[in-house]
């Protein structure tokens, strides 16, 4: 017979994966992760929504897309990442029915509102260098909110049923019961998440490095001459938007291969697992590092926004008066 100190024994060894090599490795992936993205992205926002950031010549549009970018990042480190740690760590439920819901929910809109927006942002990019005039009047301020509502809106649609289908199920052992948080499916879980992978990888993916390597192709591609018998203004004028529109280009591919090469490993695996009906066990102790890899893309989003300059030197400003203050207090 099982002693009450026994028992607790058996459901702390049961329970509690700290001591585990894989998890040990998981919780300084994520602390640094989360660190990382907290600071990074909470300074995107302050750097985007600062007066000087505001009078960027011709980016109002890609930076307003930003500023919604970076909330999305915020939201997965400051939900997602938390507690998906903590139940890698303690594998039993308790944060709640309403948690179980709104954490793998959270995920899914914040990914599909970041692959939609960078759709949007790649679109734009494209028009300001094929049709200037025509962008300014395509990408106005109540144009862009409406996009944003509308990217909102599809995202919350698509990923819905992760809503409804995640619940808390019970699991007896002998002794105890634990409650543990699963996507309960009847039947179409695979064709759902093949859906997802189509709609919110594979087509988006594949449509931002084409419309990038457009853009590429005409701001790399030439049409230097044009402007050989402008005066020296003129082409200073020029020479400055066009590095302004090379650099924001760079950043745009950089945040798409950064997004395909983050998620494509959770993808995979969640399919492969939904095709076998007994997953091998190395593939199921692989996939917490794949969502690790996953949820890590809204941390390194914020480095990629150095390729805007400007953007890059008011961080710095702000920086700067930001260890000022932390001295000045200390003196």
């Given at each position: 017979q099982?002693t ?15 001591h ?14 989360f ?20 009078r ?11 500023v ?25 439920w ?50 862009i909110?409406?996009t ?5 809106t599809?995202?919350s ?22 409650l ?17 992978f ?20 005409r ?17 200073a ?14 950043m ?5 291969l950064?997004?395909a ?13 939904d095709?076998e ?16 890899l ?38």
């Amino acid at each position: 017979q099982l002693t009450a100190s026994s028992c607790c024994d058996m459901e702390s060894m049961l329970l509690w994966t700290i001591h585990e090599p894989s998890t040990i490795a998981l919780t300084i992936m994520y602390s640094l992760s989360f660190l990382l993205g907290f600071i990074g992205n909470l300074m995107s926002l302050r750097v985007l929504t600062s007066r000087r950031s505001r009078r960027l010549a011709g980016v109002s549009a890609t930076r307003s897309l930003l500023v919604n970018l970076a909330v999305c990042d915020l939201a997965v480190v400051c939900v997602c990442m938390p507690i998906t740690l903590g139940s890698q760590i303690y594998t039993a439920w308790v944060y709640g029915d309403l948690l179980c819901r709104a954490v793998p929910f959270t995920q899914a809109i914040s990914v599909s509102a970041s692959v939609l927006t960078l759709t949007v942002i790649s679109v734009n990019r494209y028009y300001s260098v094929r049709s200037p005039l025509r962008a300014r009047s395509m990408f106005t301020r109540r144009r862009i909110l409406a996009t944003v509502a509308v990217v909102w809106t599809l995202s919350s649609i698509m990923c819905a049923p992760i809503a409804v289908m995640n619940r808390r199920r019970e699991i007896s052992f002998e002794t105890f019961t634990i409650l543990v948080c699963q996507e309960e499916w009847p039947q179409l879980r695979l064709k759902y998440n093949v859906l997802l992978f189509v709609m919110l990888y594979c087509l988006p993916v594949t449509f931002n490095l084409t419309i990038g390597f457009l853009t590429g192709r005409r701001l790399w591609g030439g049409r230097k001459s044009t402007f050989a018998d402008l005066d020296p203004r003129s082409q200073a004028l020029h020479s400055s938007r066009l590095k302004t529109r090379q650099k924001i280009a760079k950043m745009v591919v950089c945040l798409v291969l950064l997004f395909a090469v983050s998620w494509l490993p959770l993808y995979v695996a969640d399919l492969w697992i939904d095709c076998e009906q007994r997953p091998s066990s190395w593939l199921l102790q692989t996939r917490p590092f794949a969502q690790w890899l996953g949820l890590t893309n809204s941390s390194l989003n914020p480095i990629c926004y150095c390729f805007i300059g400007d953007l890059y030197r008011s961080a710095k400003v702000i920086r700067t008066r930001y260890y000022q203050k932390v001295a000045a207090f200390f003196i």
